[in-house]
């Protein structure tokens, strides 16, 4: 499976960015498919992620459940993160990362998933 992020880049706090994951060599229908973002000096944070079954899972933190958008385009292969009222501290690098073997207790769980992206970066000025 390969993925490949695009859509980052430079915005002022209070903007929004689209971010897509296009992945291939595998039915995109059943990949489970995740959003992480990874500040300097951070651990790998966790966003939001789908099943294979179409089950969307925000992460917890209001910051991210209110202002992300997660959508999955089966028939482009894509997976998309829609983010709005951007802050500063939403700089990182985000990655999107997918499964085959969906498991509902781990997905959460950077260590869940077999294949990445390069990571794209998002940077919000203040």
């Known amino acids: 499976v390969q993925l490949q992020a695009s859509g980052g880049g430079l915005v002022q706090a209070g903007g929004s960015l689209r971010l897509s994951c296009e992945t291939s060599?595998?039915?995109?229908?059943?990949?489970?498919v995740a959003w992480f973002r990874q500040a300097p000096g951070k651990e790998r944070e966790f966003l939001v992620a789908?099943?294979?079954?179409?089950?969307?899972?925000?992460s917890s933190r209001d910051s991210v459940r209110d202002r992300f958008t997660f959508s999955r385009d089966n028939a482009k292969s894509t997976a998309n993160l829609q983010m709005s009222s951007l802050k500063p501290e939403g700089t990182a690098v985000y990655f999107c990362?997918?499964?085959?073997?969906?498991?509902?207790?781990?997905?959460?769980?950077?260590?869940?998933?077999?294949?990445w992206g390069q990571g794209t970066q998002v940077t919000v000025s203040s």
């Open positions: 990362a997918a499964n085959v073997h969906w498991n509902s207790w781990t997905f959460r769980s950077a260590g869940s998933y077999a294949y």
């Open positions: 060599g595998r039915a995109f229908g059943n990949l489970g």
């Open positions: 789908s099943s294979p079954f179409g089950d969307i899972t925000y």
